[in-house]
């Protein structure tokens, strides 16, 4: 007997766990973390010629007892710096800034950091909340779409 589980994405944590799969995801992905830059204030990089894209990431919230509205953390690759961070309602946002991009090029690539960044955190809570159940974990894979099947025994 089997059944498949279809998990949807809801992002609650504390900055740490949050900034753990942003790390992660954006590894992945080719970024690497702005020197200094993860925690604090400061923000990016400013002028006319950068163009700037906020995206929020949907049902997603960072815990105000995790750290402050002043967490972020910054990666960068090819000309283009993600900051990663916490806004005032306690979502999730990420700021897109690049010289020789457009708004739209730099959303996608945000979207596309957000995708990689949920992913990895839902994959990490699924195998933690497995591993507390004593369901061992049989077989994993991932797909060319990067959808990951995971196989686990129910005893």
């Not at 700037?52 to 990431?57: L, N, P, Q, T, Y």
């Not at 005032?88 to 708004?103: D, F, I, N, P, W």
């Amino acid at each position: 007997m089997s059944s498949v589980i279809l998990v949807t994405p809801l992002i609650i944590a504390n900055w740490s766990v949050i900034s753990a799969a942003v790390l992660g995801a954006c590894g992945a992905m080719g970024f690497t973390v702005a020197s200094g830059a993860v925690s604090g204030s400061g923000r990016a990089r400013s002028g006319s010629s950068v163009t700037r894209a906020e995206i929020e990431v949907e049902n997603s919230e960072v815990l105000a007892g995790g750290g402050g509205t002043d967490e972020e953390m910054v990666v960068e690759k090819d000309g283009v710096r993600a900051t990663f961070s916490r806004d005032a309602r306690g979502a999730l946002k990420v700021c897109m800034e690049g010289t020789g991009y457009s708004k739209g090029q730099l959303k996608q690539i945000g979207q596309e950091l957000m995708e990689q960044v949920t992913q990895q955190y839902v994959y990490h809570r699924v195998v933690t909340e497995l591993k507390e159940r004593g369901m061992p974990i049989v077989h994993e894979e991932v797909e060319a779409d990067r959808t990951v099947k995971i196989r686990v025994r129910n005893w």
